[in-house]
């Protein structure tokens, strides 16, 4: 397992330790807000990208479940996967849910190896993530992406959550670059941090990845990228459209 993804799988470690852990500080009280807060800003970004009831959805990176948990309730979709690296975490999230008593028959948890999502091709009606990409190495994120697009179907829409160079003059208070450049160069387990820029998110989607159109918005400090493989823009006005690949360039 790549260290950057090891520092998620501790058999040992409680629940109560990894709620603390993961959630950047938030008490576990508002837990619950903060997955809110996440679903209901790809809501309000990007209001059509949301599917209609009955779709299937993934979150990428799934923790604990909340956000699955705010996915349910305001998507009310057959199913929610939750897709992470770490058993432990998936262990963890089950017995989260159950200990909040939260019905679970719309989610689900799937083992991977970081590499390779396991499902079919055009599968998937809206694929998220949040708080999860900033932690991948970036080659593992590149190829996620292309992993995304695969298993989208061609109208559906992922939503995703990055951390921008924004960030930097807080976070190097806390985390100084020369530390998380050593970490990285020695393969050290721990959480690493990766950060994006509006530019780059562009030109790799639409150039690397090829989408079909995207869209990525700068707001407190995070990036907020949307894409589909779809070209036909059938589902906004042209004033909320940012980008197009083929003939149509980035505006
Ligand atoms: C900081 S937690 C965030 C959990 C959840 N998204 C939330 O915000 O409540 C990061 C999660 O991503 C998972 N993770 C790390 N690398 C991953 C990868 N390459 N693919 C999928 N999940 C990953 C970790 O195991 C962990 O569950």
Not at 39 to 54: E, K, M
Request: include cysteine.
């Amino acid at each position: 397992m790549h260290p950057a993804f090891a520092t998620w799988e501790d058999p040992a470690e409680s629940l109560e330790s990894v709620e603390n852990r993961i959630h950047d500080g938030v008490p576990k009280e508002r837990l619950r807000t903060r997955a809110q807060a996440y679903v209901n800003t790809f809501a309000r970004l990007f209001p059509w990208s949301l599917p209609g009831p009955g779709g299937r959805v993934m979150e990428i990176g799934s923790g604990l479940g909340y956000i699955m948990e705010a996915a349910v309730q305001k998507l009310n979709p057959s199913t929610v996967v939750g897709l992470d690296v770490s058993a432990s975490m998936i262990e963890n999230a089950k017995r989260r849910l159950a200990r909040d008593g939260v019905e679970t028959t719309a989610l689900d948890f799937r083992l991977y190896d970081g590499v390779e999502i396991p499902y079919e091709d055009n599968s998937f009606d809206f694929v998220y993530s949040a708080a999860t990409i900033q932690h991948i190495p970036k080659a593992y994120a590149y190829n996620l992406l292309f992993e995304i697009a695969r298993v989208l179907k061609r109208a559906g829409f992922a939503d995703l959550h990055f951390v921008s160079h924004s960030l930097l003059p807080d976070h190097l208070r806390l985390f100084p670059l020369k530390q998380e450049c050593l970490r990285q160069i020695r393969n050290e387990v721990g959480h690493w941090h990766v950060f994006y820029s509006h530019e780059e998110l562009l030109y790799v989607l639409l150039f690397g990845i090829e989408v079909g159109w995207i869209s990525v918005q700068e707001e407190n400090r995070s990036l907020w990228a949307i894409f589909r493989k779809d070209r036909e823009v059938d589902f906004c006005n042209e004033t909320t459209l940012t980008c197009q690949a083929g003939p149509l360039r980035c505006s």
